[in-house]
């Protein structure tokens, strides 16, 4: 692909292709859904396709969206940005979150964006693993595969990004962590990643440019399938009892707090005015909300427990 093209264009073909194959490959692992496809305009500009699977074999909802809007923020919204200057602005990006209806395989979450405020752009995402019966092994295969994809641009990638991932899925009212966590990364522009990256020497770093962050950020959307299908396939067919349903629906409420309250995604789009139908998509059909619950003291619902804060899952 030929880097005359705009960095928009080939960011946004990026991000529409990745939906294809994703798609393609959640189709072929549930085995009995389909994705229900509806295109979208918005109107300050723009608009999207948003992929919905619901009551599949494996998934009681898949959401895979693209989005590509552009237009002017509000003067308030667009100061909080720290790239950029000015109102006018461009965002493309994918965003997917998966709830499988087994307790036992878990909810997953990824985003990849490229966006533009007047002549300064940048790119986000990452992807994170949320269980209800956390299993190690799974948690491991998980964030190696996204160290993997790391690594072969910076090691400091994965280590900082990993960190960056359990302050952001951190529901502070809560006081635990949505997940076992992933990579996030934000507002990445390839020109000072060294005091971005948080490098201990502080020696200064050539700045490697946009492009090469356009490299990672497409090395990290292909490695979310073989991140998380190897999973899926080994606890989709483990049998669970209505007391591990009923716990999954007391942790998707956790789910829907931090997606609601704190998520960037979620803000952003209905500060932009995009379509709610399409932005609230990573939202669980079923949720419970369960006054002053408490896991019972060494009940399998108190280990899983155990796992919802920050731990270095390839050191353990």
Not at 212 to 227: C, R
Request: include cysteine; hydrophobic fraction near 35%; charged fraction near 25%.
């Amino acid at each position: 692909m030929s880097n005359d093209r705009p960095l928009r264009e080939r960011a946004t073909d990026f991000f529409t292709g990745l939906q294809d194959d994703i798609c393609a490959a959640l189709e072929q692992l549930d085995g009995g859904g389909s994705f229900r496809e509806d295109q979208w305009t918005r109107d300050g500009g723009g608009g999207g396709r948003t992929r919905m699977m619901e009551g599949g074999a494996l998934f009681e909802r898949a959401g895979v969206n693209f989005s590509a809007v552009h237009g002017h923020f509000e003067n308030a919204y667009a100061e909080r940005m720290p790239v950029g200057e000015g109102t006018q602005f461009y965002a493309a990006g994918l965003s997917l979150v998966l709830h499988p209806l087994n307790p036992l395989v878990p909810t997953v979450h990824a985003n990849f964006r490229y966006l533009e405020r007047g002549t300064g752009g940048w790119f986000g995402g990452g992807a994170d693993l949320t269980p209800y019966y956390p299993y190690r092994e799974d948690a491991v295969h998980f964030h190696r595969t996204l160290k993997a994809a790391c690594d072969h641009f910076d090691p400091l990638f994965y280590p900082k990004f990993k960190k960056w991932c359990d302050e952001y899925f951190f529901i502070k009212h809560r006081d635990e962590a949505r997940g076992v966590g992933g990579i996030f990364f934000d507002y990445l522009t390839g020109a000072d990643e060294g005091p971005l990256l948080g490098a201990e020497d502080k020696a200064p770093r050539q700045p490697r440019g946009i492009d090469f962050i356009f490299n990672f950020v497409q090395a990290a959307g292909h490695a979310f399938l073989p991140a998380y299908l190897p999973i899926a396939e080994r606890r989709r067919n483990e049998p669970y009892t209505e007391r591990e349903r009923e716990f999954q629906l007391i942790r998707r409420g956790r789910y829907v707090e931090f997606n609601l309250v704190y998520d960037r995604g979620t803000h952003f789009g209905l500060e932009t005015r995009g379509r709610a139908e399409s932005i609230l998509m990573s939202l669980p059909p079923l949720v419970r909300w369960v006054y002053d619950y408490r896991p019972e003291p060494g009940s399998r619902e108190a280990d899983a427990w155990d796992y919802f804060r920050a731990h270095d899952w390839l050191d353990e």
